[in-house]
């Protein structure tokens, strides 16, 4: 589901729901379409009176959502215009994720409705013992983490992200094996074609799933430096398992670090904590490193065939 | 965890700062507190730019150049010629954002 099967099933019709017996002096609550968001938080509402306010998302979760724009102001404020909120509820205070603040703007909202945005807690779990303090959060409540089970929850979908240029880099190392002085040998291929592969299907992996799982465990801030460090530590430990010409082994090691680090680099994306103005400056040296990197390391792959 | 140091892109201009201590609740990495009725910036490195603080301050203390710190989404952006975009509805993606 994560990995886009089956999305289309999992969007919430937008507008008011009930929770339990609300009348006009319960909390409304305000949710995202997609369906794992509104789950979990009708989950946690029990034993509460309360409405939710579903506005369309796209099916897109909230923070994205707010980063988009689709979870922001205007959507907001047309939401309780169109299901005429005002009617509903005497009271004049509408509860928002708190990640729903990079596109919703409380004071706006109060401006164009009257209805006053409280934040509440980041966690759906939370909402209920926020409520209870009288919409109080405890710091705790209001910080993102990213931890490790969240992490791993994240990697199936880059898992899939790249297949088929990985595939493509594996059929062409696979290919050149075969290469020699004296043109092509096919046993040559069937021999040693299988090394290389090896190698940069444990670069995916050591990208894709090691630098993610264990993100801080790496001694650097840059995702594309924890990223080589992994693919350092894949060669290291794949050499240790074949042994093969240092030319050889030189060169895809070369290509391993080429490899995890742009992989890694892309978890940007997935991580709860890089800002843009950081990843664009990584980006500026690291894309030049990884494709020198790698371009590098086929040519020597090459000529350690042919010598 | 903390990213990269002194490259975010977010400034307080406390003389405009009202001390409502809004920024302080929508901000997901703790980066302000209030003290003697003003924000003030704990650990700017804290910062992912999302832009929450900025968009929630009526009286324009904050600015920050608020995006997705998104690999993906910058090489997208380069290779189109536009803003960078994650799209992750158009990939069904749900990680390019968490």
């Known amino acids: ?307 | 965890m903390q990213y990269l140091k002194n490259v975010v892109t977010l400034k307080l201009n406390s003389d405009l700062c009202s001390g409502c201590g809004l920024c302080a609740i929508v901000c997901p990495h703790a980066v302000f507190e209030i003290k003697n009725g003003k924000a003030h910036i704990l650990d700017i490195d804290d910062c992912m730019e999302c832009g929450a603080c900025a968009l929630n301050c009526k009286f324009g203390a904050i600015s920050v150049k608020s995006g997705v710190g998104c690999a993906a989404g910058i090489l997208n952006g380069i290779l189109n010629g536009t803003e960078p975009s994650c799209d992750c509805s158009k990939e069904n993606k749900t990680s390019c954002c968490g």
């Open chain 1, 1 to 307: 589901m994560r990995m886009g099967i089956g999305r289309d099933n999992y969007i919430v019709t937008p507008g008011l729901y009930k929770v339990g017996n609300p009348d006009k002096h319960s909390d409304v609550l305000v949710s995202a379409n997609y369906k794992l968001s509104f789950d979990t938080l009708r989950k946690n509402l029990d034993s509460l009176n309360i409405w939710i306010l579903v506005i369309d998302t796209k099916g897109v979760n909230v923070w994205c959502a707010a980063g988009k724009g689709s979870f922001g102001t205007d959507n907001v404020v047309k939401s309780i215009k169109k299901l005429s909120l005002n009617l509903i509820v005497e009271n004049r205070n509408i509860i928002l994720p708190q990640l729903s603040a990079s596109g919703v703007s409380a004071y706006k909202v109060k401006e164009q409705t009257g209805f006053k945005t409280i934040f509440g807690p980041i966690q759906a779990k939370d909402i209920k013992s926020f409520i209870e303090a009288g919409y109080k959060a405890t710091p705790k409540m209001r910080k993102v983490t990213f931890p490790m089970k969240e992490r791993a929850k994240l990697i199936p979908v880059d898992l899939l992200y790249s297949k088929y240029k990985i595939l493509a880099i594996m059929c062409t190392l696979f290919l050149f094996s075969g290469l020699d002085r004296t043109g092509f040998l096919f046993s040559k291929m069937i021999d040693t074609g299988l090394f290389p592969v090896i190698n940069v299907f444990g670069a995916y992996i050591a990208g894709i799933v090691f630098a993610p799982l264990f993100l801080p465990w790496a001694p650097f801030r840059a995702f594309a430096l924890k990223g080589a460090f992994w693919g350092l530590v894949i060669t290291v430990a794949i050499n240790l398992l074949f042994k093969e010409p240092l030319l050889e082994l030189t060169s895809l090691g070369l290509l391993n670090i080429g490899i995890a680090s742009f992989m890694t680099m892309n978890f940007t994306g997935s991580s709860t904590y890089t800002s843009l103005s950081g990843v664009k400056k990584e980006m500026k040296w690291a894309i030049p490193f990884q494709i020198s990197l790698s371009v590098t390391g086929i040519i020597l792959f090459i000529i350690s065939k042919l010598v």
